[in-house]
């Protein structure tokens, strides 16, 4: 009773289908990088469950990623002895898109063909990216550990539909068969496909083969095709720094984290001694669309002993780091380690603290030996870095450090501005760290408490994220010096104010009492107090909050939260 099902693909499938094809032209031989990619992984998977379970492979334990061709039918397959897929399997993983957000995504896309490919790169196109090259894709597959009758057919023209079919498949895995275009018959060809693996997945660890070519005459062309090892086949953070080129960092960078732009920065680090491990963790140089939804999955991709064990293992970076991408390789911890076992170990918490340092360590070096490429990663990622002060008390100072603002002195509307800068620029007499939190620069810069700060020409900070007001709640000093609100209580602007100042303010204090105590008799209900203010030189008043109120920003979003 083999029938064949018709279903048609998830609405932002076809739609990402039809501007992929379109987009990604000019970058077309990524498909084959994105199908050894997912290979490999499957490759990954099949080793980790057997861990439990022997029997999965089948009589077959050599694991391995084969590419065939046929120049005359213009077909290219790419097969593995993974772990397959079942029925259910394949219809959600080839007919949809997983990714929540991506319908908003989509949205974004602008129809401009050079800004979309840079944009759908960011997002990860996958198994999608055949269709740049084949008109039809047809998928054969079956799960380790199932009959051989439990195979199925998926098939697709990439036009809105794919068809699933059960079929018989002996060999454990999946074989993926690209039918050409008529004009990207280029690729069915040994010498192109072996280049396009070394370029692209040198750094996969398992091994991509090719059919051996036959050069001499004399030699005869076997029945059954011979296979070579075409790239290096070693986990490339198990290799030493020197031999690795910054090109292969940059592909190992995009099989682990679905990203198809080059990463911004890395730290490859052997660790050896009371723990021992490997990491090679990545700064991407693009935030992801979907950075700011909570359930997204992050974390590092775990090996323990080389062996894959789990994506998006989460206990080894705190959630301000939550964009870093990269792997960890233990040999401490258990191969039937857990997510759970991994909650509560103490090794990984060492770890956790080790591999947050080199983070911070490497964001450090970018910053001072970097600055325009640091810069970028602040455009990006700075947002979420300044949740670090309230999750991470004991680096605060180093996160601090790596902060950037738009203050009073700067030329732009750029956040170009660290602490540390602040802190070299202050005059001797000053010794607090002034800002003001803001919806946005426009209002910052209005403000009238900023007066006597231009007057006497002292820098504040200009701060506008939604996050700052929660950040500098946490964050009460930086290199010894206090930050101080300068909307909140009593303005003290200690030393800075001259005798000259303070004698004057004395008298005027003297001179309008009367005034102020008529000011507050009729202002009662509406405010707690009325003060004579020095800190306006032009305006002739302003509202202030009290030194323990809420700021006025935070006020708006416990408002907005129904508080
Ligand atoms: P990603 O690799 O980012 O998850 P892809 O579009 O490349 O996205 O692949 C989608 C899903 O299809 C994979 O997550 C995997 O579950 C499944 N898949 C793709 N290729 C294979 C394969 N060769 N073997 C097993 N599963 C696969
Ligand atoms: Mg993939």
């Not at 029925?87 to 957000?101: E, F, P, Q, W």
Request: with cysteine.
């Amino acid at each position: 009773n083999v029938t064949k099902e018709t279903h048609s693909f998830q609405t932002e499938v076809k739609q990402l289908l039809h501007l992929m094809i379109h987009s990604l032209y000019s970058n077309k031989e990524i498909f084959l990088r994105e199908l050894i990619s997912n290979a490999s992984d499957a490759v990954d998977k099949l080793r980790f469950e057997a861990l439990a379970n022997d029997a999965l492979y089948e009589d077959d334990s050599d694991l391995r990623v084969r590419i065939t061709f046929d120049k005359d039918a213009k077909t290219i397959t790419i097969d593995d002895n993974g772990i397959g897929m079942t029925h259910d399997d394949v219809i959600n993983n080839l007919g949809t898109i997983a990714k929540s957000g991506t319908a908003e995504f989509l949205s974004k896309l602008s129809g401009d063909q050079k800004k979309d490919a840079h944009l759908i790169g960011q997002f990860g196109v996958g198994f999608y990216s055949s269709f740049i090259v084949a008109d039809k894709v047809t998928v054969v597959t079956r799960k380790a550990g199932q009959p051989a009758d439990q195979a199925v057919i998926w098939e697709s023209a990439g036009d809105g539909e794919f068809s699933v079919e059960a079929t018989e498949k002996t060999s454990r895995g999946t074989s993926i068969t690209l039918h050409l275009k008529n004009d990207q018959e280029e690729f069915a060809d040994g010498w192109r496909l072996r280049n396009l693996v070394r370029k692209y997945s040198d750094h996969i660890s398992v091994s991509v083969e090719l059919p051996k070519e036959h050069y001499g005459e004399e030699e005869e062309k076997p029945e059954a095709p011979e296979f070579e090892k075409i790239n290096t086949a070693t986990a490339l953070w198990t290799r030493s720094k020197a031999d690795i080129p910054d090109e292969e960092y940059q592909e190992f960078y995009k099989h682990i984290s679905h990203d198809f732009a080059d990463a911004a920065s890395w730290s490859h680090n052997k660790v050896e001694g009371k723990l021992d491990y490997t990491s090679l963790l990545y700064v991407p140089s693009k935030a992801p669309f979907d950075l700011w939804n909570r359930d997204v999955a992050r974390g590092l991709k775990l090996y323990v002993q080389r062996v894959f064990i789990m994506d998006d293992a989460e206990q080894f970076l705190p959630l301000y780091l939550r964009f870093i991408k990269g792997v960890v390789d233990s040999n401490d911890l258990s191969l039937n380690v857990s997510r759970e076992i991994l909650q509560k170990d103490q090794a990984v918490d060492s770890m956790k603290s080790a591999l947050t340092k080199r983070v911070l360590d490497m964001l450090e070096k970018m910053a001072k030996k970097e600055p325009e490429k640091y810069q970028q990663f602040w455009d990006e990622f700075g947002q979420v870095l300044k949740e670090g002060p309230a999750e991470d008390f004991a680096n605060k100072e180093k996160i601090a450090s790596l902060f950037r603002f738009v203050s009073t002195q700067s030329d732009s509307d750029k956040a170009t501005v660290g602490l540390k800068d602040y802190v070299e620029r202050m005059p001797a007499e000053q010794d607090k760290i002034y800002y003001i939190v803001a919806d946005n620069l426009a209002a910052a810069k209005a403000s009238p408490h900023l007066e006597i700060f231009r007057k006497k020409n002292i820098e504040v900070l200009l701060l506008t994220d939604r996050i700052d007001e929660w950040m500098t709640g946490h964050l009460s000093e930086f290199d010894g010096k206090k930050l101080a609100d300068i909307t909140k209580g009593d303005l003290d602007l200690g030393a800075i104010e001259s005798e000259d100042d303070k004698k004057a303010q004395k008298e005027a204090e003297e001179k309008l009492e009367p005034l102020l105590k008529r000011v507050k008799d009729l202002m009662q209900s509406e405010v707690q107090d009325v003060r004579l203010t020095h800190r306006l030189t032009e305006s002739p008043a302003c509202l202030a909050v009290g030194e323990h109120d809420m700021g006025e920003q935070m006020r708006k979003i416990m408002e907005a939260a129904g508080q």
